[in-house]
Nanobody, 117 residues
Framework: QVQLVESGGGLVQPGGSLNLSCVASGFDFTKAAMSWYRQAPGEERDFVAGSFHAGASTNCARYVKSQITITRDKANNTVYLQMSGLKAEGTALYYC??????????WGQGTQVTVSS
């Protein structure tokens, strides 16, 4: 059974940094396509960053104005999202996502990020 557990969200001031973590289980993490999405109140869920081809390639959404980096730790089945220079529009529920070889998507419960002074 696929499980994705996010953590690391919280309240941060504009310009601040946060590191999100997602611990994965129930599938072959080393080969999985792992991504982060975010959803603000009343908005659609949007792609933020992804780690593909067993981590050999990454992609970040151009609309994200904060500095973001996605990395994965294969030894601990964990994918990270490092964010800095956060802005108010970065306030959202951040979700970890796994897309398997059949294009099925699995989601965690999300971790809340609030950017406010």
């Amino acid at each position: 059974q696929v499980q994705l557990v996010e953590s690391g969200g919280g309240l941060v001031q504009p310009g601040g940094s946060l590191n999100l973590s997602c611990v994965a289980s129930g599938f072959d993490f080393t080969k999985a396509a792992m991504s982060w999405y975010r959803q603000a109140p009343g908005e659609e869920r949007d792609f933020v960053a992804g780690s593909f081809h067993a981590g050999a390639s990454t992609n970040c959404a151009r609309y994200v104005k904060s500095q973001i980096t996605i990395t994965r730790d294969k030894a601990n089945n964990t994918v990270y999202l490092q964010m800095s220079g956060l802005k108010a529009e970065g306030t959202a529920l951040y979700y970890c996502n796994e897309q398997d070889y059949r294009d099925r998507h699995y989601w965690g419960q999300g971790t809340q990020v609030t950017v406010s002074s």
